[in-house]
């Protein structure tokens, strides 16, 4: 940590910003702390409500989820529609892994994250050719090959019918009766992705994506080996989400393409969380999920049942909506409040 | 040898499909450069149209195009307007904007009609032409023809009328077009009008081929994509040529190899033209990078 702080120092104040002030990464790990406190304190209030339960073990993955996205999505402005190839890695590695050799999902974790980052580098090395709205379509094209590829080839996923991992309750095997140690599970990794984002945005790594995202060519001008920036970025987001995809394979015991794969359900819904918290903001993709999640499960439980697909109906309004009147996000909207709010005291 | 000849007449028939569907996709692209992921949903649209009149008016599907393409034409003018036009200049809000757009017209068209298949009966549906040993099923021949005039048609506007001009001065140079008394949004609006006409050309083309459903919008925006990325982005003939070319590749892999993975087929050629020729077969180079260029 100390390390990083030194490099805080000399690396210059992040490029853009309205305001040259600068969160230090100790503020930043206070603040995530903080943020981990009342989420375990919500989670020891509602310990004996599955259904709230559930809730929150969604809202904390998506949530972790978003925020690696937000890594090369948010930070280096590379818009992948592709990262439910990475989740659907990691979700059927740990799957394999357990299914056939019994292998305890903690230590599949790992695994799971070098091949998502793996086959994220591979990918992206000539997909990174491509700019803006063309990266978005090429790796959505990548999610599609890889749904086709999970059906065909059934010895590794089961195919269309998916696999269904048994029940064997322990922590070793990270199977539990109870929702709440899932709750607790998913808060971890919701900690470690905030962490690693806050580390990244204060480290060199993240002012590189950042300029790489205000302006390629000048980055590139300015000595900075901008493919090796995307891929870095690329490779710490894919093995977060390869990572979502182990905790989410053993948290519902099955895992089939759809389940992994959907575009709307999951490549696009990291996404839809990132911008609709503030794309490129540390706190946004939580932000967002806090909104989303509950949203989604309200809608599909109100909706659901009369009209089929009316959570994804209002999700494709939000998007339209915020895409054209909040384009920061909640925490964006919030900063702009705060800033003019302080203007007008200071006035 | 006869089979060699079905499976080009096939792979043929297909890419007059693939390129029907991506000659709105790229006229958007070309001109405006907006990516719309909404296009294959505004198919979909011009499929349920078709249904729709064939359902209450009893139109056969193909006359049923007189009441559905000006009606995409003014649902196109709508979205330019109201939604991506404040886009203009934010490249990532556009794949929001027109992701959110298709993931609100495929759901409530689920919504709506509960996800039943529906389909559309034509006096040409069944019908088969027999050429020799060779049969050629009428709708898809009248596809193959349909993207045969479309192409001639919008090439001889773009080079022949003076609003075609006046497109294709605004693509080449927006600041100078606008110079030059050209209204630019209006040229937009018309323009994303006529691209969503032709996708609803193409769904009402297509709807006697295939079953309605939400979803089959999803089926045809990826081929979409990857014909105009092969054919060249904003190229007219390269948005036909690579149709036929998506096509051809699709029916041989589906004979010599396996259907299920035709998908996984297109990609790599997708990836290796991207790599080869990011600007694709017919386009300029560096096109893939103008979507970005701002130009006002």
């Known amino acids: 940590m100390s390390k990083i702080d030194q490099q805080e120092a000399g690396a ?7 305001s040259p002030h600068v969160t230090r990464l100790r503020t930043e790990l206070g603040r995530i702390a903080a943020i981990a406190a009342v989420f375990g304190a919500a989670i020891t209030f509602w310990q004996g409500d599955p259904f709230i339960l559930n809730i929150m073990a969604y ?23 592709g990262h439910g190839v990475f989740f659907a890695i990691g979700g059927y590695t740990t799957a394999n892994l357990y299914f056939h050799w019994q292998i305890s999902p903690w230590l599949s974790l790992i695994p799971a994250m070098i091949l998502a980052m793996l086959v994220a580098v591979l990918v992206s090395w000539p997909t990174f050719r491509l700019k803006g709205p063309f990266f978005a379509i090429a790796t959505l094209a990548l999610n599609e090959v890889a749904l086709v590829l999970a059906n065909y ?4 996923t089961g195919g269309p019918r998916g696999m269904m991992l048994p029940f064997n309750a322990g922590l070793a095997n990270m199977v539990f009766t109870s929702r709440l140690p899932y709750a607790v599970l998913m808060l971890g990794f919701l900690i470690v992705c905030l962490v690693v984002g806050a580390m990244v945005l204060r480290s060199r790594l993240g002012y590189y994506l950042q300029a790489v995202h205000i302006d390629e060519d000048a980055a590139r001008a300015a000595g900075i080996d901008v493919l090796r920036v995307k891929l870095s970025g690329m490779a ?61 499960f309200h809608l599909r439980a109100t909706l659901g049942g009369m009209l089929p697909g009316a959570n994804l109906l209002i999700l494709g309004a939000l998007l339209v909506i915020f895409s054209l009147f909040m384009r920061r996000g909640v925490v964006g909207a919030g900063q702009a409040l705060w800033t003019r709010y302080r203007r007008t005291k200071n006035e | 040898m006869l089979s ?24 958007i692209f070309g001109v405006i450069r907006i990516v719309n992921f909404s296009q294959g949903e505004l198919v979909m649209l011009g499929m349920y149209g078709a249904y729709l009149s064939w359902f209450f008016l009893g139109l056969d599907p193909y006359l049923s ?16 307007r109201f939604i991506l036009q404040p886009l203009q200049n934010e490249p990532f809000m556009q794949i929001f904007a027109t992701f959110g757009l298709l993931m609100f017209f495929q759901n409530l068209v ?6 039943t298949g529906y389909s559309v009966r034509s006096a040409a549906s069944s019908a088969v032409i027999t050429m020799g040993e060779i049969n050629v099923s009428l709708p898809r021949l009248i596809v193959l023809i349909a993207v045969i005039v479309v192409a001639l048609g919008l090439n001889w506007f773009v080079t022949h009328t003076m609003p075609g001009k006046a497109v294709r001065a605004v693509t080449q140079d927006r600041r100078s077009a606008r110079l030059m008394g050209i209204n630019v949004e209006l040229a937009f609006m018309l323009t994303f009008g006529a691209g969503a006409a032709l996708a609803g050309l193409a769904g009402v083309m297509l709807a006697p081929i295939y079953t309605l ?14 014909v105009v990325v092969l054919g060249g982005l904003g190229s007219v003939w390269g948005a036909f040529f690579g149709g036929f070319i998506i096509g051809l590749v699709e029916a041989f892999a589906g004979y010599y190899f396996d259907p299920a993975l035709k998908h996984a087929i297109w990609f790599l050629i997708f990836i290796i033209v991207l790599i080869v020729r990011p600007g694709g077969l017919f386009g300029i180079a560096g096109a893939e990078e103008m979507g970005l260029r701002e130009q006002d």
């Open chain 1, 236 to 296: 710490v987001s894919a093995a977060l989400t390869g990572i979502g995809g182990s905790l989410f394979a053993m948290y519902l015991r099955f895992v089939d393409p759809p389940t992994l794969l959907s575009i709307q359900d999951i490549g696009v819904k990291f996404l839809l969380i990132a911008l609709i918290g503030g794309v490129g903001t540390l706190y946004g993709p939580l932000a967002g999920a806090l909104l989303i999640i509950p949203l989604e």
């Open chain 1, 153 to 156: 080839f059934d010895t590794l």
């Open chain 2, 4 to 27: 060699f000849l079905n499976i080009v007449i096939v792979g043929l028939l297909l890419g007059g499909i693939y390129g029907l569907v991506s000659m709105g996709l790229n006229l």
């Open chain 2, 65 to 80: 195009s007189i009441i559905v393409v000006p009606l995409l034409f003014l649902l196109g003018v709508v979205l330019q």
């Open chain 1, 59 to 81: 809202t904390f993955l998506f949530g972790a989820l978003a925020s690696s996205w937000n890594i090369i999505g948010g930070f280096g402005g590379q818009f992948s529609l």
């Open chain 2, 110 to 115: 689920l919504a709506i009609t509960g996800g």
């Open chain 2, 213 to 226: 459903s939400p979803q089959i919008g999803g089926n045809f925006i990826l081929a979409a994509f990857a």
């Open chain 1, 12 to 18: 210059p104040a992040a490029p853009g910003r309205s």
